[in-house]
């Protein structure tokens, strides 16, 4: 997939964590975790602007989704630790960021899986390599179709989510 087509699946998954995160903690935090979902859906694909690291290399292994796990979470246990509007402690929010960063990283990988090229997720300790030959990375309608279904229902997911903040009525 290229970066329209990757945005657009991290997207199509988060969107129906929206109104639970929401329900559950807060819409700040929610909000944070859309936008923490979507810039990591291209981060992998630094390996193709440094010249040292081959392109699906090592930032495209599971070890990689959890070193950026670790630092999403890290970076978020700070903001909400610093903001009463996210609703959770900074334990919390590390778990959480942990959880989306490093998902967002395993998203791309399966976007990349379904590529002739594949990919190899558990080197170095297996050279194992996964591809399902699906479509060519460069396939313009698919990018454009999952970029679209993806932001439209991330989109959609926030914007009923706000509207049931606003239409219901507080409990107690």
Known sequence: MYRGGHAGFNAL???PVVPIVTDRWSLALAVWGALLAVSTATVPDIDEVIDRIDH????HTVW???VTGLVVGGATALLVGASPRFGVSSGLGFTFGFV?????????LAGDIVTPMGISPLEPL?????TFD???SKNGRINRAVFLVGTGALLASLGLTIVSLLWVAPSG
């Not at 699906?56 to 930032?59: D, E, F």
Request: proline share 4%; glycine share 12%.
């Open 100 to 108: 989306v960063g490093t998902c967002g990283i395993v998203a791309h």
């Open 56 to 59: 699906r290399g090592p930032t």
């Open 134 to 136: 699906l479509f060519k």
């Open 13 to 15: 998954l988060y969107a």
């Open 126 to 130: 297996s050279r194992a390599h996964v």
């Open 64 to 66: 990689f989704a959890i």
